[in-house]
C-alpha cells in the first residue's frame, strides 16, 4: 500500500530554497523533475522547515510564502508559525 | 532569528480569531429557516467549531499572497502577448488544445465561483463560509485570468471566439457543463464532495499538473503561467476537500454510507469528464510529458491509494468502479479522439491523424492496446484521408443519459463491443454508457430524466433549425474556420507561413 506524500512546486527561482530545503530535511525524499515543475515525493510524512530555507534564502522567509510556489499536495497538512507538514495516519 | 519576529499572534490563533466567535445564533428567525439547506441532505453536524481550515489562511494574508500571484501573472501575460509569444510554440495543432481549454475548462471556473458563493451563505458554520468565500474569489479569478492569457491566441487562431456562448450550446461541451449543473442543484455538502473532494482533491491534478508541464514543454509560456497560478489556490481547495470529508465523517458515523455514495458518484462522474484531457495529452500536445495511463498511475493509482488508505479508519472504501476507471485509461484517450475524429466538422477545434513518430509513441506507451486496437483504425483514416475521402460522421451519435459522452466506449474486457445500460423509469426507456452512470441515473431518476441533452435537442427542433450547418450557426461557428480536418485549415496555413518566413529569415 502506497503511503506516499507528495509536493510539487513550480522549477524557479522562490522555489528553489524550498526545494533544496525538503531534501535536506527529508532524507528519504525522492526528486522527480517535470517540465516547468518539481515533483517531490516521500514515505509516509514531510516537511519544510522555515529554519532550513531561510538559512538557503538569506532572508526572513513566511511558511506562507511556500503559497506562491506550490502547485500541488497530497496528504494531511499541519500548517505552522515554523514548518508545514504533510502526513498520512497509515 | 526568533526575536526579529514582531506578530503578536502566532497562526493558529490568527485563524481562530478570524473563524471563531464571528457568527452568531439567529433569534428573530429560527437558524433552521436562516439555513435550510445544510440538513436536508442527512448530513448530521453536532460541532460547526470541528471545523478546522489545516492553511489557516487570514483574510490580510489572502489578500497579500493573491495580489503577489496576480503581478507575476500580468508581468508574463503581457511580455507574452508583446513578445508575439505564440511564434514559440511547437505547433499549431496545440492551439486545439487550448480551444477545448477556454470552452469546456474555464467557464467551469466560473461555475466554481457561483457554486461556491451560494453554499459559502448557505453553512451555518463559519470556518467552512470563510474557506467557501476564499475559494468563490480565487474561481473568479481563474476564469479572469485564463480569458486574458488565452485573447492572445484569439488574435490568430479561430474557434476561441464565442467560450461562454458555446459552453452553454455546443454538444461535447455539455459534458463539463453539466458536470457542474449536476453539482451545483446538489446541496451544500454534496456540492464540497463533488467539487472540492473528488473532483479537486483526486482528479484536479490530471488536468493542471502534467497537462500544463506539457504546455511548458510545447512553449506555452501564457497558459502554463496562469495554470500553475490557478494551481497554487487549488492545493488550498484541496485540502478544503480532505478537510470537509473529514468534518463530516467525525461528526457523526449516520454520515459515513451518504458520504461514500457521493464519493462513488462524483469519482464516476470525474473520470468522465477527464476523457477530454485524457484526449488532450495523448493527442494534442505535440511534444509530449506523460501518457494519460501514467498520469493516472501517478495521480489516481499512487496518490488515490495513500488517500483511501487514509480514509479507511472511518470506514471508507476506495470509490465504486475505480478498477474499471484504471482499465479504462489503457483505452479512454484513443476512443474518445476516434470520436472526435468522426465528428470534428460539428466541433470549435480540429482533429488530425497523428504523425508516425507520435504513433509510435503511442505504440510504446500503451504496448497493451494501442497496436492491438487503435493504430489500424488510425492508419486506415488516414490512408483514406489521403485518398481524398476524409471520413466524417453524419449520423448524429447517441448520448448518455448522465454523464453525456456519445456512446462511443467500449466494455473494458472486450473493446470491440460498445458498452451501455438501459433503465427504465415511468414507462421510459434510458441509456447510459456504464455501470457507473447507470447507477447514478437510478439513485436520483428524476433528477437525470431533465438532462438536456445535446442530440436530443437538436432533433427536436430547439437547436438553430434541422440541417448540421444551422445548428452550427447557432452554435457561433465560422464554417469551414472553427471545424474540420486541421490539414488544409485557415490555422494551419497562418502556422506554414509563419515558419516559411523564419526559414528565409
Known amino acids: ?90 | 532569528m526568533a526575536e526579529k519576529r514582531k506578530k503578536k499572534l502566532g497562526i493558529k490563533q490568527r485563524y481562530s480569531m478570524l473563524t471563531r466567535g464571528l457568527g452568531w445564533d439567529t433569534t428573530y428567525q429560527p437558524m433552521d429557516k436562516v439555513f435550510p439547506y445544510d440538513n436536508y441532505e442527512g448530513i448530521i453536524i453536532h460541532d460547526w467549531e470541528g471545523w478546522e481550515d489545516p492553511f489557516r489562511l487570514t483574510m490580510d494574508a489572502y489578500w497579500k499572497f493573491q495580489s503577489e500571484k496576480e503581478k507575476k501573472l500580468y508581468a508574463v501575460i503581457d511580455s507574452f502577448a508583446q513578445n508575439n509569444g505564440h511564434l514559440g510554440i511547437t505547433d499549431a495543432r496545440y492551439v486545439n488544445a487550448i480551444k477545448l481549454f477556454l470552452t469546456g475548462v474555464s467557464p467551469l471556473e466560473y461555475q466554481a465561483a457561483r457554486g461556491f458563493t451560494h453554499v459559502g451563505r448557505q453553512f451555518r458554520g463559519v470556518g467552512p463560509r470563510v474557506a467557501c468565500q476564499m475559494q468563490a474569489i480565487d474561481e473568479l479569478r481563474h476564469v479572469q485570468t485564463q480569458v486574458h492569457s488565452m485573447s492572445h491566441y484569439n488574435k490568430y487562431f479561430d474557434g476561441l471566439h464565442s467560450a461562454p456562448h458555446m459552453h452553454d450550446r455546443v454538444w461535447y461541451l455539455s459534458v463539463p457543463k453539466s458536470f457542474f449543473d449536476d453539482a451545483r442543484t446538489a446541496g451544500p455538502f454534496e456540492f464540497l464532495t463533488s467539487i472540492s473532494f473528488a473532483f479537486e482533491y483526486v482528479l484536479t491534478n490530471l488536468l493542471f499538473v502534467p497537462f500544463m508541464s506539457g504546455a511548458a514543454f510545447n512553449g506555452d509560456m501564457a497558459t502554463v503561467t496562469f495554470g500553475f497560478s490557478a494551481q497554487s489556490d487549488e492545493a488550498r481547495h484541496m485540502t478544503l476537500g480532505l478537510e470537509v470529508i473529514k468534518f463530516m465523517l467525525e461528526q457523526d458515523e449516520r454520515n459515513i454510507p451518504i458520504v461514500q455514495r457521493w464519493m462513488d458518484k462524483w469519482f464516476w462522474r470525474g473520470t468522465r469528464m477527464l476523457t477530454l484531457v485524457a484526449m488532450m495529452m495523448d493527442y494534442m500536445l505535440p511534444k509530449r510529458v506523460m501518457s494519460w495511463r501514467e498520469a493516472w498511475d501517478i495521480y489516481f493509482t499512487e496518490a488515490g491509494g495513500a488517500l483511501f488508505a487514509d480514509l479507511a479508519r472511518y470506514g471508507i472504501k476506495p470509490p465504486k468502479y475505480a478498477d474499471i476507471a484504471t482499465k479504462e485509461a489503457e483505452h479512454l484517450s484513443h476512443q474518445a479522439w476516434h470520436i472526435f475524429y468522426n465528428y470534428t466538422h460539428a466541433a470549435a477545434f480540429h482533429t488530425w491523424i497523428p504523425e508516425k513518430e507520435e504513433l509510435d509513441w503511442l505504440s510504446e506507451k500503451y504496448p497493451n492496446t494501442f497496436d492491438k486496437y487503435y493504430r489500424p483504425r488510425l492508419e486506415y483514416l488516414d490512408k483514406e484521408e489521403k485518398a481524398g475521402r476524409r471520413f466524417y460522421n453524419d449520423t448524429l451519435p447517441m448520448l448518455c443519459q448522465v454523464c453525456q459522452i456519445p456512446m462511443g466506449f467500449t466494455d473494458m474486457d472486450d473493446p470491440t463491443t460498445i458498452s451501455f445500460e438501459v433503465s427504465e423509469y415511468k414507462d421510459d426507456k434510458y441509456h447510459t454508457c456504464s455501470l457507473g452512470c447507470k447507477d447514478i441515473f437510478d439513485y436520483e431518476p428524476e433528477k437525470y430524466v431533465q438532462a438536456w441533452l445535446p442530440v436530443h435537442q437538436i432533433y427536436q427542433g430547439n437547436c438553430g433549425g434541422a440541417e448540421v450547418p444551422d445548428v452550427l450557426k447557432w452554435y457561433n461557428f465560422n464554417l469551414g474556420a472553427d471545424n474540420m480536418e486541421y490539414k488544409g485549415s485557415p490555422d494551419q496555413k497562418l502556422w506554414d507561413e509563419w515558419q516559411a518566413h523564419r526559414k528565409k529569415a
Not at chain 1, 527561482?13 to 517531490?40: G, Q, S
Not at chain 1, 515525493?41 to 529554519?51: N, S
Request: aromatic share 6%; hydrophobic share 40%.
Open chain 1, 1 to 90: 500500500m502506497s503511503r506516499t506524500v507528495s509536493i510539487t512546486l513550480q522549477n524557479n527561482d522562490d522555489a528553489r530554497p524550498i526545494i533544496d530545503a525538503i531534501e535536506k530535511d527529508n532524507p528519504k525524499a525522492t526528486i522527480n523533475l517535470y517540465p516547468a515543475m518539481v515533483k517531490i515525493d516521500c514515505d509516509g510524512r514531510l516537511i519544510v522547515k522555515q529554519e532550513t530555507v531561510e538559512e538557503l534564502l538569506g532572508r526572513e522567509w513566511d511558511v506562507q510564502e511556500l503559497h506562491l510556489s506550490i502547485i500541488s499536495i497530497a496528504g494531511n497538512v499541519d500548517e505552522e508559525d515554523d514548518y508545514f507538514e504533510l502526513s498520512w495516519n497509515i
